[in-house]
């Protein structure tokens, strides 16, 4: 019998030695926290309960692989499990456009032009490529939390919840990203807007 006293590390230890309780215990452990985190993404029960049984089959077949690292903790490293199959489910249904890179998704492919001559459509264009480079170059707690929010439009709760952050911070990250994104456009003489 598995005490719930265990760290997840020694859960995961006990499971590696051959113990299925043990993954049973670290399942019940975190199962609401991860539930949770995947609904916010994918809105829809159905969906989310899909992605969870997805999230601990790759879960137990990362653990029996061989392939988990304990440098983190087993939690952050079971969420962005749970991030990754929930963005895989849109991409997979192509109701979350991806950016032509086919790795990040591009926000701006969900707005629709208002003006329609070529010239225009240009213009948006390139300001939507320069935007989306621009951000690469945040530091990577301010890119991580725009992200978050701008292209999975995630709460400022449930960013400080992911990311282990009071929900000032994960304000002010956002703050300055948008700050630092202003700054480089002027920097680089990028134009941001139609006008």
Do not use: C
Not at 7 to 35: F, M, N, P, T, W
Not at 73 to 78: A, L, R, T
Request: charged share 30%; proline share 1%.
């Amino acid at each position: 019998m598995i005490k719930t006293h265990l760290s997840d590390e020694q859960l995961v230890s006990q499971y590696l030695s051959g113990s299925e309780v043990a993954i049973e215990a670290l399942i019940k452990r975190h199962e609401q926290r991860i539930y949770s985190y995947i609904y916010t993404i994918v809105k829809d029960e159905h969906i989310a309960n899909d992605v969870f049984q997805d999230t601990f089959i790759k879960i137990v077949r990362t653990l029996k692989g061989g392939k988990y690292n304990e440098e983190g903790k087993f939690i952050n490293w079971s969420m962005r499990i749970a991030h990754n199959l929930s963005i895989d489910h849109f991409r997979h249904k192509k109701r979350m456009p991806l950016s032509r890179g086919g790795e990040d998704y591009d926000i701006f492919d969900t707005l629709d032009l208002k003006e329609e001559s070529t010239e225009d459509k240009l213009i948006y264009s390139q300001i939507k490529t320069d935007i989306v480079k621009l951000v690469e170059y945040l530091p990577n707690d301010q890119k991580e939390v725009l992200k978050m929010r701008l292209y999975f439009e995630m709460s400022f709760k449930d960013i400080a919840e992911e990311t282990n952050v009071s929900i000032n911070t994960a304000l002010g990250r956002m703050r300055y990203a948008l700050i630092n994104l202003r700054k480089m456009a002027i920097d680089k003489k990028i134009q941001l807007t139609m006008a």
